[in-house]
């Protein structure tokens, strides 16, 4: 029976602003805007890239940065704007890439990003263990299938800018590696949630109701109040009334 009930209970990430991978991941993420504004130094008198390819990323990682730091442990769901701005800027860069299977390949992985992080974040899967190798193997085949065979390739050796931009890349793979890493779990049991909405239903009602008895006090006292009134007038009419028949005596 309690495993039946474990399968209804809600799932709650989050992560300790403390913490060593949070720490790690601000350093990294903090990187790969230095990264990226030296990388792409004087490449924003075209619009569409700048917007793209420089402000996007950025504006990505302040705000991954910020929401994780302070909203990371009662929040931690809200992150999931900036890496949904982040992978639409992974998304645009793929177009660009020669190699069409590699771009159909990279849009695949960040689609995957988008759906199994948004899953996560939000309870709907009770593990934080598929986005671990989901942001630490693409770091790998970086490192080890792409940047070291650039880095000995002689013949057309790397540039500045790119080796820049690249680390930038590098830097946001491995603090969402870190920041899963970091990630807690917690159970929230459906008897403790239905428990506390109850009291607060009870709460409402409760105002409610006392507001009502409130209102019924005050429409029953004016009648009692009138009533008193107008016995009050009454007798003051008979007293006038057997004053003005009375004869002065001579």
């Known amino acids: 029976m309690r495993g039946a009930d474990m399968k209804k209970d809600k799932v709650r990430f989050y992560v300790e602003r403390d913490g060593f991978g949070v720490e790690t991941m601000v350093i990294l993420m903090a990187l790969s805007i230095v990264f990226r504004i030296i990388g792409c130094w004087g490449l924003w008198k075209d619009h569409t890239y700048a917007l793209t390819q420089i402000v996007l990323p950025i504006v990505s990682a302040m705000l991954f940065i910020a929401i994780v730091w302070l ?111 970091s990630m807690k779990k917690q159970i929230i049991e459906t008897n403790e949630e239905e428990l506390t909405k109850g009291k607060a239903l009870k709460s409402v009602l409760g105002r409610k109701q006392k507001k009502t008895e409130e209102d019924t006090e005050e429409t029953v006292s004016d009648p009692d109040k009138e009533a008193a009134a107008a016995e009050t007038s009454d007798v003051s009419n008979t007293v006038e009334t057997i004053g003005s028949t009375e004869t002065p005596e001579s």
């Open 71 to 181: 909203l990371g442990k009662r929040a931690l769901w809200t992150s999931f704007i900036p890496v949904l701005l982040g992978a639409i800027f992974f998304i645009i860069k793929a177009f660009g890439f020669e190699s069409r299977v590699h771009m159909v390949l990279c849009i695949l992985l960040y689609i995957a990003v988008i759906v199994l992080y948004f899953c996560t974040v939000f309870g709907l899967i009770r593990t934080k263990w598929f986005l671990v190798p989901l942001f630490g193997l693409p770091f790998l085949y970086h490192i080890f299938v792409e940047d070291l065979p650039a880095l000995n390739n002689t013949a057309n050796p790397v540039s500045f800018a790119d080796g820049m931009q690249e680390m930038g890349v590098l830097c946001i793979m491995l603090g969402l590696f870190f920041l899963s890493l």
